[in-house]
């Protein structure tokens, strides 16, 4: 299905893109994406690599906000909007979204065990822009320093400890309802509120919406989205809470500490007058 290739900036680009040539010949969706740490944009282009492992413009600013609470949230979608705007749309697409791989401490590690910063990390890799990666045992809460420790063998009897087995059936709930759709995977993007600690924004596309909002600070809040620009009289189905909202003009969001919200938006259906 494709090719990961490790330090090619070590290589010279005409190979790559003869590489290019040859693996396109062969299999023409085939999927190249190189290990470049930094902005890449001599890299991402036709006829060399489809996308990098995005380590500059997702992984770090999702470690930085999401996982340690550190700096602002308009600061963090600043760093991302610098990545959306660095590459062809049509690699923005399918960067390799990562917040840890074999090269790096895992995340859970990274922020002291917290697992609740995992799932907020989790949540916004499986509604943002882009390929999303989950590197083996992060979904089970695995932990590991810098390399080799990183490289553990994966914990087969987490299915006999109730914490770890939940936290599996919550990426795979996350994973389940990115692949059901479209918007989600490839619909549009649109920043819809970023103060302090909190973060929310739009997936649009396929007739779908989605509204998501995080919470990267350790106090509750409640944030005011206006929903003018989407009809203005919504229903918002909270996916992982399992209740569903009625918005009017504005929607009010109240956030837990270290905490994320999924909802699905469609029109509000007016009942019938008696």
Known sequence: DGVRLD?????????????????KSVKPDAYIVGELWGNA???????????????????????KFLGLGQGSAAEFDGALAQGRLAYPSQAVEVQMNLIDSHDTPRFLTQVNGDVKRLKLAALFAMTYVGAPQIYYGDEIGMEGGKDPDCRRPFYWDYTKEPERVALHDYYRRLTATRHSSAALRT???????AEGKAYAYLRSGAGEQWLVALNAGRDPVEITVDLAG????????????????????????????????LFKLAAAVARPAK
């Open 7 to 23: 330090v090619p900036n070590e290589v010279p680009r005409w190979f790559w893109k003869l590489f290019n040539q040859r693996v």
């Open 230 to 261: 989407l009809g203005g009289n919504l229903q918002a189905a909270d996916v992982l809470g399992g209740t569903t909202e009625k918005w009017n003009g504005t929607a009010k969001i109240a956030l837990g500490p270290e905490s994320g919200r």
């Open 187 to 193: 619909g549009d993007f649109r920043t819809v509120y």
């Open 41 to 63: 944009t001599d890299w991402v282009r036709p006829g060399i690599f489809d996308a990098v492992m995005n380590y500059a413009f997702f992984r770090d600013p999702v470690t």
